[in-house]
């Protein structure tokens, strides 16, 4: 076995969105480091839904047409609220 990145975990969005509305994502080919930063010093990471069909924001995060559907952000900031709260609890 080789030691890789460590992995990531977010218990706060299940706390707050509830277990049935946060999906996990299917293993994929690229990479993320972020892991290695919360050896050093806590941190959260996590991805947002953002887009919204009916609005017509639907683009992916590297397309130039991508947007944002700022209703979801509350959801986002309601995550990061808990994580803190719960960092800040122990």
Same mark, same amino acid.
């Given at each position: #076995?080789? +030691?890789?990145?460590?992995?990531?975990?977010?218990?706060? *969005?299940? &706390?707050?969105?509830?277990? &049935?509305?946060?999906?996990?994502? =299917? $293993?994929?080919?690229? %990479? &993320?480091? #972020?892991?290695? @930063?919360?050896?050093? /010093? $806590? %941190?959260? @990471?996590?991805? =947002? !839904?953002?887009?919204?069909?009916?609005? !017509?924001?639907?683009?992916?995060?590297?397309?130039?047409? @991508?947007?944002?559907?700022? *209703?979801?952000?509350? *959801?986002?900031? &309601?995550? @990061? /609220? +808990?994580?803190?709260?719960?960092?800040?609890?122990?």
């Amino acid at each position: #076995f080789r +030691e890789g990145v460590p992995v990531c975990t977010n218990d706060a *969005a299940a &706390e707050v969105l509830g277990r &049935e509305n946060v999906h996990y994502m =299917i $293993p994929q080919m690229g %990479g &993320e480091d #972020f892991g290695l @930063f919360t050896q050093k /010093t $806590p %941190g959260t @990471f996590m991805r =947002i !839904g953002v887009k919204n069909p009916e609005k !017509g924001i639907v683009h992916k995060g590297h397309s130039p047409h @991508f947007d944002v559907d700022e *209703a979801s952000l509350v *959801a986002g900031v &309601e995550v @990061f /609220t +808990e994580a803190i709260r719960a960092y800040l609890a122990d």
